[in-house]
């Protein structure tokens, strides 16, 4: 059946808290995949190996408070509405096949009121707010030089 990605029923939460504590405690795991595009969750998988940095990153990242526990640092990265809303014009038109009126009903309808309703509520909870998405140069600094301090010298490169 058709998953709405936009709504936290969506993800296999008990097997992302499982996952990232296998990866923790040094197991490798078999990452599930999904189309976006079907809207299901795909037979194949991607092997990720345990690394001294898990980064667990989507709009739902802070949504669930035993992940958000697990969590050493907790990053929102803020975007303005307008700029959410030409991404997925962009995104959904080439890679989904969508027409922009498509699009538009499907933000004003879904997209627009599951941020309200979960996504923009999990600000609250973070350690840092990156304000201005990917556009924010320092704030993505701090955020490297954070990470770099948590990675042991030797295993940097």
Request: one cysteine or more; hydrophobic letters at 40%; a neutral charge.
């Amino acid at each position: 059946h058709a998953i709405n990605f936009d709504h936290p029923d969506a993800f296999d939460w008990k097997l992302l808290i499982k996952q990232i504590n296998d990866l923790r405690n040094g197991k490798a795991i078999e990452q599930p995949t999904y189309s976006y595009l079907l809207c299901n969750r795909l037979p194949e998988t991607i092997h990720v190996e345990p690394k001294p940095v898990i980064i667990i990153e989507g709009i739902m990242a802070l949504l669930n408070k035993k992940l958000r526990d697990m969590m050493d640092l907790k990053v929102y990265v803020d975007c303005d509405s307008d700029e959410r809303l030409i991404r997925n014009i962009q995104r959904d038109t080439i890679d989904r096949g969508r027409t922009v009126s498509m699009v538009m009903e499907r933000y004003i309808k879904v997209l627009k009121p599951m941020h309200e309703q979960f996504i923009e509520p999990t600000k609250r909870y973070a350690d840092l707010i990156i304000p201005e998405g990917g556009m924010n140069v320092k704030g993505i600094s701090i955020l490297c030089k954070y990470i770099e301090g948590i990675v042991p010298k030797d295993i940097q490169k």
